[in-house]
């Protein structure tokens, strides 16, 4: 019997990667994929990308379309008729050239490196106000679960200042952005889809109200500036508008969370790496650049030929999907050593998680400015701090994330 015959079959591991103990612990099943090769050709209907390269050429791909709604109606047919979809195929992220470029352009400046820069004033005020509210939280011994109290809050201050949503809003935003996020999982049925597709439609409804607050009331604030310039240059809908203004608050606030969250129990699961953290501010941004590699928020991303091609040696036929396995990419040991090791101090160190190419994050530098930030500030805070109980992962694959993150703070 040869390796071949013994090893599982590719769609018996896709089916055990979504159930609710795949989605809690994917690596082990993303090496049995890798098995098969660093790309898995599933009879020529679908492509699956399980090494580094393979997965950084092709986000840097103009021939490989994200899923737009063109793509869509290919793929998930009926799609329209959710509300969940009809929104994220209007935002950039889910665009293609020339819309992409389009939205990109109109948006990409104000996320410039002196932007962000400027922004550091903000963001170390947030990141004291969240670490002083854990404080006060765990004190006399009371378990506090990071993640709505620290992970969520802290990433959805830093966007909801930016963008202007009031602070008295943004807690109430968890549920309606974790729904969202829902809708990008590999779905059986359109059913599935209703959850995120009420979300949607309830904060598209208020970034509507919202635009229309600041276009008549103007303040210092990203939305302000977005609706002036749309009002000005005529280059986007209302409905482009409201679109990527949902996509910022999502991205800004779902990704940032989990890498959050990742970071500080990577922290308390390898003590020594936590105190050269709390010690030397510097290595922070290695412990940011290892946790985006040893556990990604992004897990995982599709594309679509967009005519016949070769890709790495294998035949990929126009039209047929290709999902990009960020979280096995990330730990390619042809690109990586000992990549089931955390190690912050890991050099050259270029994990996929933020994407590439035309796509690449809009918001990274802020989200990386923020964890170096406020993770190591946490720490130092509350050296005694410690988990309270396991903590769990929710229950999706394409957005990982914990659940829950109980701990303890002495």
């Avoid at 099943?29 to 092709?58: K, P």
Wanted: net charge negative.
């Amino acid at each position: 019997m040869s390796q071949t015959d013994t090893l599982a079959d590719p769609l018996d591991i896709m089916g055990r990667l979504l159930t609710p103990e795949g989605k809690q612990n994917p690596y082990p099943l993303y090496e049995e994929m890798r098995a098969h090769g660093s790309l898995v050709d599933i009879g020529g209907a679908h492509l699956f990308a399980t090494g580094y390269a393979e997965c950084a050429r092709a986000l840097r791909e103009p021939d490989l379309l994200s899923t737009d709604g063109a793509v869509q109606d290919g793929k998930m047919p009926g799609w329209r008729e959710h509300a969940s979809w009809r929104w994220l195929t209007k935002n950039m992220l889910f665009s293609n050239d020339p819309d992409h470029e389009r939205l990109r352009r109109f948006f990409s400046g104000a996320f410039s490196a002196r932007s962000v820069a400027n922004w550091r004033p903000m963001v170390d005020r947030l990141a004291e106000d969240a670490v002083q509210h854990v404080a006060e939280l765990g004190a006399g011994g009371r378990p506090v679960d990071l993640v709505p109290e620290f992970s969520f809050r802290f990433a959805t201050a830093v966007i909801g200042e930016l963008l202007g949503i009031p602070e008295k809003d943004q807690a109430g935003m968890r549920g309606i952005i974790g729904d969202i996020t829902t809708a990008l999982d590999p779905i059986g049925d359109l059913a599935e889809l209703e959850p995120g597709d009420a979300a949607m439609e309830q904060l598209a409804e208020y970034f509507y109200e919202l635009v229309a607050q600041r276009r008549t009331a103007p303040g210092p604030d990203l939305t302000s500036a977005f609706v002036r310039a749309r009002d000005t240059g005529g280059e986007l809908t209302e409905e482009d508008l409201v679109a990527n203004l949902m996509l910022l608050l999502v991205a800004a606030a779902e990704a940032p969370q989990d890498l959050l969250s990742n970071m500080v129990r990577l922290a308390l699961e390898h003590p020594e790496h936590a105190d050269r953290l709390r010690a030397n501010p510097r290595s922070a941004a290695g412990f940011v650049d290892e946790t985006l590699r040893f556990e990604p928020a992004v897990q995982a991303l599709n594309r679509v030929a967009a005519r016949d091609m070769w890709y790495f040696g294998v035949r990929v036929a126009e039209g047929t999907p290709v999902t990009l396995i960020i979280g096995a990419g990330n730990r390619d040991p042809r690109r990586f050593s000992d990549p089931g090791v955390f190690d912050p101090e890991r050099p050259d160190n270029q994990p996929l998680t933020f994407s590439a190419g035309a796509h690449y994050c809009l918001g990274a530098a802020l989200a990386r400015m923020s964890a170096e930030t406020v993770v190591p500030q946490l720490l130092r805070r509350l050296p005694e701090l410690t988990l309270a109980e396991p903590p769990t992962f929710r229950n999706q694959l394409v957005q990982r994330g914990h659940g829950r993150l109980p701990v303890r703070t002495a």
